[in-house]
């Protein structure tokens, strides 16, 4: 069964508008979350985290939200460009665990 | 050049054959994992290796085999390909907490 959801599998935005890709967990365990952004045919690539003391982490256009009651998150991408178009994974892990438990995926395509 | 390398990115194989997937790492990391990437699944840990000679399950270890003799290697193998184990094939090793370095994949068709 998987613990990291991700139930929308993909997500069409206009290019300056914000994108908003969604996760949820099931195991209270998790303290750890990450994003990863993958193109076709290449491996996918850490993009942002934020572990369960925060509520937020922001790096430049990414920000990530954590509703830990709600065992929620979310990536927004303000503004979204053309080069944001990939599948974007949503992964959790726990204290000293360095195994990670990964969502399906959401694909994003940022129209011009 | 640093990073992680995957071989072959293509591999056309028939059931039953034994077929092996290497992975190459050049920054040394302790720990390295093998993820397989479906459609509707996302990326599924097959196995995961804290250092040389230390390898365990992940979630989904049937039909797949380890070793890592060297820090630097973590080769994967099929002992006797099935149609299901059709699929991209990630190598990964991990920096820190925060990251894990992904190499390019294979994608392996089993016919």
């Known amino acids: 069964d998987q613990q990291v959801k991700q139930n929308s599998p993909s997500l069409s935005v206009q290019e300056g508008r914000i994108s908003i890709l969604n996760c949820d967990y099931t195991?209270?365990?998790?303290?750890?979350f990450l994003w990863y952004k993958k193109y076709p045919a290449e491996g996918p690539t850490f993009l942002i985290s934020i572990s369960s003391i925060k509520d937020k982490n922001e790096d430049g256009r990414f920000t990530v939200f954590l509703n830990k009651s709600a065992k929620h998150l979310s990536l927004h991408i303000v503004p979204s460009q053309p080069g944001d178009s990939a599948v974007y994974f949503c992964?959790?892990?726990?204290?000293?665990?360095?195994?990670?438990?990964f969502g399906a995926g959401t694909t994003v395509t940022v129209r011009a | 050049d640093a990073g992680i390398t995957q071989s072959p990115r293509y591999k056309i194989t028939e059931t039953g054959r034994q077929v092996t997937l290497m992975c190459h790492q050049t920054?040394?990391?302790?720990?390295m994992f093998w993820y397989r990437q479906d459609l509707g699944h996302g990326l599924r840990l097959i196995y995961y290796s804290a250092a040389a000679d230390i390898t365990d399950k992940g979630e989904v270890p049937d039909g797949y085999v380890v070793s890592r003799s060297k820090t630097e290697n973590f080769p994967l193998t099929l002992e006797s390909a099935t149609r299901s184990q059709t699929s991209v094939y990630f190598c990964?090793?991990?920096?820190?907490?925060?990251?894990?370095?992904f190499g390019p994949g294979t994608r392996l068709t089993v016919t």
């Open positions: 992964a959790a892990s726990t204290t000293n665990d360095y195994k990670l438990s």
């Open positions: 990964a090793s991990r920096h820190s907490k925060d990251e894990q370095y």
């Open positions: 920054w040394s990391h302790s720990y």
């Open positions: 195991n209270s365990m998790f303290d750890y």
